[in-house]
């Protein structure tokens, strides 16, 4: 059974910091590449950061680059995303997403809130 568990989320204030993680489970996690996905309110989801399978190349959107570092530890099925000066409109739903090819798995999300 494929299970991707995000965890780490919260309420915190402008110019805080956050670490997300996300354990994975039930398929061949260093042949996948991971994303971190957020959705606010009234918006579409949207690509936050990528890590790739093999050579762990990283890709950021431009909103959050130089703030937020993504990161994997193959050996224990993870992949973090650490969040840093954090503004009030990085608030959403954060998701891990797992991905190769066309073959793509969801976590069921976690709860980022920025706000003073």
């Known amino acids: 059974q494929v299970q991707l568990v995000e965890s780490g989320g919260g309420l915190v204030q402008p110019g805080g910091s956050l670490r997300l993680s996300c354990a994975a489970s039930?398929?061949?996690?260093?042949?996948?590449?991971m994303r971190w996905y957020r959705q606010a309110p009234g918006k579409e989801r949207e690509m936050v950061a990528h890590?790739?399978?093999?050579?762990?190349?990283?890709n950021y959107a431009d909103s959050v680059k130089g703030r937020f570092t993504i990161s994997r530890d193959n050996a224990k099925n993870t992949v973090s995303l650490q969040m840093n000066s954090l503004k009030p409109e990085d608030t959403g739903v954060y998701y891990c997403?797992?991905?190769?090819?066309?073959?793509?798995?969801w976590g069921q999300g976690t709860q980022v809130t920025v706000s003073s």
């Open positions: 997403n797992a991905r190769q090819y066309s073959q793509m798995y």
């Open positions: 890590i790739s399978s093999i050579s762990g190349s990283t």
């Open positions: 039930g398929f061949a996690f260093t042949m996948y590449a």
